[in-house]
């Protein structure tokens, strides 16, 4: 049994709020968990206090066991410390382009390059 920390959606349509929780990785999104340890509200401001609530002993324990954050919680973990702050930077492999865009990229820019070596 694998360990996942992620988000479970509640709320209205078009009002998502989120709960954390440790859940097993093979059960449903929103369906049974083993336990609850935070919350996330989108539609608060991004300073506001509320828009994430964290119960870090519980997290610290779980990941003790060995629970692995998704990429978007494994964010909040990493800006409340509990864990290594992931780079944001990096393109996610999912978005990233496939091998046909990217020759068709190599294409144009050799192509630019060379245009602006001639008119030079």
């Given at each position: 049994?694998?360990?996942?920390?992620?988000?479970?959606?509640?709320?209205?349509?078009?009002?998502?709020?989120?709960?954390?929780?440790?859940?097993?990785?093979?059960?449903?999104?929103?369906?049974?968990?083993?336990?609850k340890v935070g919350t996330y509200n989108p539609m608060l401001a991004k300073d506001h206090p509320e828009r994430?609530?964290?119960?870090?002993?519980?997290?610290?324990?779980?990941?003790?066991?060995?629970?692995?954050?998704?990429?978007?919680?494994?964010?909040?973990?990493?800006?409340?410390?509990?864990?290594?702050?992931?780079?944001?930077?990096?393109?996610?492999?999912?978005?990233?382009?496939?091998?046909?865009?990217?020759?068709?990229?190599?294409?144009?820019?050799?192509?630019?390059?060379?245009?602006?070596?001639?008119?030079?």
């Open positions: 049994m694998s360990l996942k920390i992620r988000l479970a959606r509640g709320g209205a349509k078009k009002r998502p709020f989120y709960s954390i929780v440790i859940a097993d990785s093979r059960s449903p999104r929103d369906g049974r968990f083993i336990e994430i609530t964290l119960k870090s002993e519980r997290l610290k324990h779980w990941i003790g066991v060995g629970a692995v954050a998704t990429d978007r919680v494994a964010r909040f973990l990493g800006d409340a410390g509990l864990v290594a702050k992931p780079s944001y930077n990096e393109t996610p492999k999912k978005s990233a382009p496939k091998a046909k865009a990217q020759e068709r990229a190599k294409i144009e820019a050799d192509r630019a390059a060379a245009a602006a070596e001639a008119g030079e």
